[in-house]
């Protein structure tokens, strides 16, 4: 049975999609299309027709699962071809969201309604391809060249009030009665020459300069991946080429890009993220707990930022802190923070005061007696964590789960401190956290289902992407994090450059290298001046009160503006240091550094894997990529290496063993996989 179906109201042809759950454009939808376009062709007593779509939204895009697969047709550049050159007048009848080929489809359509509540995109270039439907030629015909630049090359969807101001959506409708309306608009057509959109060329007229324009202004958002500069260049060619020339070329650059490495890679992190969400030995129907209020035990930069979370998402929350000044410090900047946020347009001042209209401050642990989760986030020393442990227990309710924001420490030895362990889990987030999407969900010991999966739907309440981690030191980003530290040490021992380093680093597509970011965030982080040695490289640094960037130099000296330059301070420091440890100095090439960062850390996540600590391979791409800036457009370490080839990974690693920490081994599973000839298997 096809998900398209047809009925007649009169002189006007509804054409139905009912496709569970998004209406993607599968083979069965887009033939049902094009058979009704037909059929609204060959009735003569049909005189405009509507498209609309059951379920929750409009056509949400082409069926992904398809890629890679022979083509079976109608393709959808056809369907939408077809749809355009009706001589019968054809009304979108847009609600939910219409992103790619959907809004594609409703490019095809003579005229778009919709209603206040739907998103239309084309978010093609986020899975590493352009619209291959028309979509960069039509876009601009229809919204002209400066509108539809963001809206291919960033892929970011846009509300229908904007669609509307732009020209994309001619009537915004009510949410009830949607295809009544558009029954009517149509009928206000019928008997007018459909406007086709790839014969319009009155908005197709601009200056060259706004392609450069536009790349430099987002040249950091740009940097490394390729779709971007194939959308610039397809529209490009609408302003230059007829309609079917321009077709011809985004069809050519879609071909290429879906082919590449960086589509696959993409494509693989659109799984992976919606592949974390599941626990595998977690039933479907495990109980949840409810969570109508939070307690955040802390007001500092992790509380305060933790707290945001779920006040934007409309949850009260009580903050504890020991003082009255920490406690007022803390408010405010969330305060600010929120008020930054409206001054860029992403709130209103109404949005700021409610959320900060849920929070109550407190300097009594008991007025967290009635919250339904408790997140501790103060310092990470297991002593003081487990007395704070033990308050708690003393004064949360029955049911409450009890969370941790430690970023290393044992979650279970946390529990012990309970009387209560199944209610305790780790909920590690990452600074700053009302910014950063990760959210490393830890699972202890006796942490019960319910607990689990509560955190786990809780984190798509606040708009975070989880990940389920077991208990070891660290869990999966910071363990993965060590060993490319250790050998960034190594390297500066043995003759590479911090600012080498970094640059490799930043070269492969990090946002920074490790001794920048050990700049940003502080040397003296854990840094204690009574009793420092001089012992390190990092410690004496930090006694010639070269911290970072707050004391304008670190690793790098920097300037009023924080930028930063080599320092010969340091060559010396590092230098004598290297002379002590009786390292021979020698030239190191880019490629060894890389090989010597980037192999190890793969090794831990094989290592990882094989503990049981992570699920998945693909649940360690997830992390990274999202709490530590690993490019997307190579799908995460593990994905990487599988792509590059396990045995490449470990032949390198055994190359460079005499050079690498003394304590290294080599992960059993990540030889056995590369000997085999097989990847981590997802």
């Known amino acids: 049975m096809s998900p398209v179906s047809t009925r007649r109201e009169g002189e006007i042809l509804i ?22 376009i037909g059929e609204a062709s060959r009735d003569e007593g049909i005189k405009a027709v509507v498209i609309r779509c059951e379920g929750r939204t409009f056509f949400a895009g082409a069926d992904i699962t398809e890629f890679g697969k022979p083509l079976q047709e109608p393709g959808l550049p056809q369907v939408v071809d077809m ?39 084309l978010p093609e270039v986020k899975l590493g391809i352009l619209p291959g439907a028309g979509g960069t030629q039509r876009l601009p015909r229809v919204v002209g060249v400066e509108a539809a630049l963001p809206m291919i090359v960033k892929g970011d969807p846009i509300s229908a009030s904007q669609a509307k101001e732009i020209g994309l959506v001619d009537e915004i409708v009510a949410d009830q009665g949607l295809e009544e309306a558009a029954i009517h608009y149509a009928q206000q057509v019928i008997g ?19 392609f450069e324009d536009f790349k430099q202004k987002n040249a950091r958002r740009l940097r490394g991946y390729e779709a971007p500069l194939a959308c610039i260049e397809a529209v490009r060619a609408a302003i230059e080429l007829p309609l079917e020339e321009g077709l011809k070329k985004e069809r050519e650059l879609f071909m290429k890009l879906v082919a590449g490495e960086q589509s696959a890679a993409l494509r693989h992190v659109f799984f992976a993220e919606r592949q974390a969400s599941k626990i595998d030995d977690v039933p479907k129907d495990t109980p949840l707990i409810p969570i109508e209020k939070v307690g955040i035990l802390g007001a500092g930069t992790m ?6 979370n779920f006040l934007s998402a409309g949850i009260p929350v009580t903050m504890l802190e020991r003082e009255q000044g920490p406690l007022d410090r803390g408010t405010g900047i969330m305060r600010k923070n929120y008020e930054a946020t409206a001054k860029k347009g992403r709130m209103t001042d109404e949005q700021v005061e409610k959320a900060m209209g849920l929070l109550t401050p407190t300097l009594d642990m008991n007025d967290l007696g009635d919250c339904d989760l408790i997140i501790e986030a103060v310092f990470e020393d297991m002593d003081i964590k487990k007395d704070v442990f033990g308050k708690l227990d003393a004064v949360a309710k029955d049911g409450a789960i009890l969370a941790s924001n430690t970023s290393y420490l044992n979650i279970d030895e946390i529990a012990s401190a309970t009387k209560r362990p199944e209610s305790v889990i780790g909920l590690h987030f990452f600074s700053p956290a009302n910014v950063m999407r990760l959210l490393e969900i830890v699972r202890g010991e006796k942490t019960s289902d319910s607990v689990l999966a509560t955190a786990m739907k809780l984190s798509k309440t606040i708009r975070k992407v989880a990940v389920v981690s077991g208990v070891c030191f660290g869990f999966i980003g910071n363990r993965m994090l060590a060993p490319r530290q250790a050998e960034a040490n190594n390297l500066m021992l043995e003759g590479a450059k911090p600012w080498d380093i970094d640059r490799v680093l930043v070269e492969f597509g990090m946002p920074m290298g490790p001794f920048q970011m050990a700049d940003l965030a502080g040397l003296d982080i854990g840094w ?52 002590k440890s009786g390292r021979e100095q020698r030239q190191i090439g880019d490629q060894e550094i890389l090989e010597r960062l980037l192999y190890p850390m793969v090794n831990e996540g094989a290592k990882i894997l094989e503990e049981g600590i992570a699920q998945r391979s693909s649940d360690i791409d997830i992390v990274w990529i999202n709490g530590y800036g690993w490019p997307p457009y190579t799908g995460g370490p593990m994905f990487w290496a599988e792509r590059r080839g396990l045995k490449t990974v470990l032949d390198g690693l055994e190359k460079h063993k005499p050079h690498l920490s003394d304590d290294f081994e080599i992960s059993g599973l990540l030889r056995r996989r590369a000997e085999a000839g097989e990847g981590f298997g997802g």
């Open 15 to 36: 054409v139905i999609s009912d496709n569970p759950p998004v209406n993607a454009l599968g083979h069965a939808v887009r033939k049902g299309l094009a058979d009704a």
């Open 303 to 308: 509380g305060g930022g933790i707290a945001m």
């Open 83 to 121: 749809i355009e050159k009706s001589a019968k007048p054809v009304v979108a009848a847009i609600h939910g969201t219409a992103l790619g080929g959907g809004l594609e489809v409703a490019l095809g359509c003579h005229y778009r309604v919709a209603v206040p509540s739907a998103k239309l995109g």
């Open 528 to 579: 204690n001046k009574e009793k420092s040695s001089s012992s390190t490289i990092r410690e004496v640094l930090c006694e010639r009160d070269r911290r970072g960037q707050k004391t304008g130099a670190g690793f790098y000296d920097y300037d009023e503006n924080r930028r930063g330059t080599p320092s010969k301070e340091v060559e010396e420091v590092i230098a004598s240091f290297a002379e």
């Open 192 to 210: 007018k020459t459909p406007p086709r959109t790839g014969e319009r060329t009155d908005r197709l007229s601009v200056d060259d300069s706004v």
